[in-house]
């Protein structure tokens, strides 16, 4: 676990307002759940290795001693939104679209870029089954990236039911599906010769897996996949997954989304909660992914005994924050951490004129936040030379001086301490200026 | 715990912004720390109360059964600053003025205001022992107030030397400082006698209560308050204090805190740790205040083994919160949930229209997004009628519609929900239209 120290803390804030502007815009709306459940919320729900991953709390009081644990950390966003669904369906509008940026923890052991508080950002529209709710997660998301300065991402598209639908087509026996998914999953990271082998290695038959593997086959434009997809799927909820995915494709032309889609037949995605579309970011050459979602209808009725169709997509924060650092993305107001002028502390040999110098630059440096300005006020009078050398290390852009002869002349002096250039500034326009040479 | 539902998250975030937008003006910086803190670095600082409320958590894999804990939950957010001016020294600035705004769990018995998961918003400087420092924090967070709209204020300002001074100027003996000051303490709620009554049950001499309950009979010129103070205390260290106290009366006098800043010997508040100057927000005739603070150069030093000066102020999110709720002073864009326009999708009897009609709103939703409007797309198509309800029950201020008919002429029929009326605009005018009017 980490702590973010302020030039961190402003990075992630500045992806983060960028993430909640775009779902504001596309009315997603806010919301926001305890770190805390009851234990029983989350048992169960993220399999035997998720369990083993909570992070249980001890009972307190009296029962401290008996070892017993009745509540949990928050381990995904998905479950206490289901949870808040079924809690809350009253006050909820009938399209329940909500985002929700908070840390989950997960006893994970840490590696590069993975840690045991991180940040989820996700986003889920509750409620319709239609295809335009695919279309504007895909476009929100390609907002996102693009303002976040990506240009080389695509989104990878596929279908749960299509890729059923393959594996019906191709052959392979029902009861071999899910390891068939995890072969194919792989696809990216081992290639055609590893894919073979694992299917042969997972006994399947070695026909099925050369004809997925022609179906998998990519680089070519959507309409091309579909088409060959069309051709080779012959079971009817995976033709009509194919359909759904020709609407998702065709919608999505006139959005932001439109240039990014890429119909991608081997995009498996390890949950298996998807019911229909899935997605996944894939940058340049990047290995991984910035983020994914998909539909998943049976999960969000899980605490309401209710069939709630949902889909939604999660943004890799952790993730985008590595990359944009090590592609140096960020936009130098996102990093400048230091003010924008440090008001220094003229020090007299007299202590009344001391104290005059104080109050002057007190209320200088109020003026300037009026402004609308950064401020730092050196918080003691002391050498000129040592404020400056603090000011420098602050990263501050400007020092501004007011020592008993700017008083006496109703001036400040004003040092750039980039370039070390000084000039006098009448004290009314010090504001003016400063924001003037800052733009 | 609870769960925030959108318009919760909003008022929250709209309290929460101006807090951080006015610390960053005062060259405040951001700090944000794990919520899992290792077990020792919490336990036996919050004496045998806090321990007792602290969230333990059971170490994981083959030590659960064991019941160990090894890791527990932000319990303030102090400790954790403290720990990391200890682990980050270097890094830090010579004047490192950070804020935090993060949640912190306490097991206490929820009440109402009161919950097992709550915000705290804490500022510290750390590093300097100069006055300046106290009025800096005093304005800043006046600024904050009058930003929120409370107009009726005040800073109690007090100082630990002076309490001191007092209660060695009564006679008290030094065995029972602690024993008057939690009595004194309670002024407010129980009034003199009440204190008189505490006084005598604790067995110290009545003579005594009598002259302090002198020293705090208040609604005085912060001047008058501090020449009693000088003719009463007679111990250098209270002496000094005084001084001190003079000192951020003077230094505040040009800033926002000057006008609400008032002495008050008989604030003491309870924590312990505090060593010179302490500050509470009382805000009309509001029992309770909204924040507190004062100085407390023992503590940042804890982990480090140094004596390193601080002063910090903490403002009660929840608190304000409710006030804020109770006295309708949220700007009814703190609160808005809805989106600004609903663009419904028009159902038109030829499948092939609807699908025309939904592109059409697809593209106008992505424009009124570009112009920075907050846009939801109704996600099927459906009837007019109930794509109206709809967007009313939202909140939504306009409907727009994108009919056949409006398509063949280049328009979009714009509903206004609140009146019910309607105009035709050309498709182009749209997004400017709605600016126009929502201003």
């Given at each position: ?9 402003r ?36 399999g ?17 001693s ?13 479950v ?84 059923t ?15 068939a ?44 996949t ?30 932001s ?55 939604g ?25 230091g ?42 009078a ?22 008993g ?26 504001a ?8």
């Open positions: 676990m980490r702590d973010f120290l302020p030039v961190d803390v990075r992630r804030q500045f992806v983060i307002d960028v993430v909640r502007r775009t779902y504001e815009r596309y009315g997603f709306e806010p919301l926001e759940t305890p770190a805390l459940e009851n234990i029983e919320t989350l048992t169960g729900k993220y035997d290795e998720g369990n083993k991953l909570i992070f249980k709390v001890l009972r307190r009081g009296e029962h401290e008996s070892g017993e644990t009745d509540l949990a950390l928050r381990y995904d966003l998905t206490p939104l289901a949870r808040v669904v079924a809690e809350h369906r009253g006050r909820l509008p009938k399209f329940f679209k909500r985002y929700q940026i908070q840390p989950v923890w997960r006893a994970d052991r840490p590696a590069r870029g993975r840690f045991r508080e991180f940040y989820q950002c996700d986003v889920d529209a509750i409620g319709s089954t239609s295809p335009l709710v695919e279309v504007e997660l895909c476009a929100a998301v390609s907002d996102i990236l693009r303002e976040l300065g990506f240009e080389d991402f695509t989104l990878r598209l596929n279908h749960r039911a299509v890729l639908g393959l594996l019906i087509a191709a052959g392979v026996d029902e009861s071999r599906h899910g390891d998914l995890v072969a194919i999953d792989k696809l990216d990271k081992i290639g055609r010769e590893g894919v073979v082998r694992e299917f042969s290695e997972r006994q399947i038959a070695p026909a099925a897996a050369d004809r997925l593997l022609e179906a998998f086959t990519a680089a070519e434009p959507n309409a091309a579909l088409d060959r997809l069309r051709a080779f799927v012959t079971d009817p909820e995976g033709l009509s997954g194919i359909e759904n995915l020709a609407q998702i494709v065709a919608l999505s032309a006139p959005t989304a439109g240039s990014a889609l890429r119909l991608d037949p081997s995009l498996a995605r390890g949950l298996s909660y998807y019911t229909g579309a899935i997605m996944e970011i894939a940058v340049g050459d990047l290995p991984g992914s910035l983020g994914g979602g998909g539909r998943y209808d049976g999960l969000i009725g899980m605490f309401s005994g209710e069939s709630i169709p949902a889909c997509f999660s943004l890799g924060l952790e993730r985008i924050l590595v990359v944009m650092t090590d592609r140096n993305m960020f936009p130098s107001v996102a990093s400048a951490s003010p924008q002028v440090l008001v220094t502390i003229f020090e007299d040999r007299d202590p009344a004129r001391t104290a005059e110098a104080e109050r002057q630059s007190l209320a200088l440096a109020a003026d300037l936040r009026r402004a609308g300005l950064r401020v730092e006020l050196y918080p003691e002391d050498k000129l030379g040592k404020q400056f050398k603090y000011a420098s290390a602050r990263e501050a852009v400007y020092a501004a001086v007011l020592g002869d700017e008083i006496a002349r109703g001036e400040v002096t004003l040092k750039r301490l980039s370039t070390g250039s000084q000039e006098s500034v009448p004290r009314s326009e010090v003016s200026r400063i924001r003037a040479q800052l733009n």
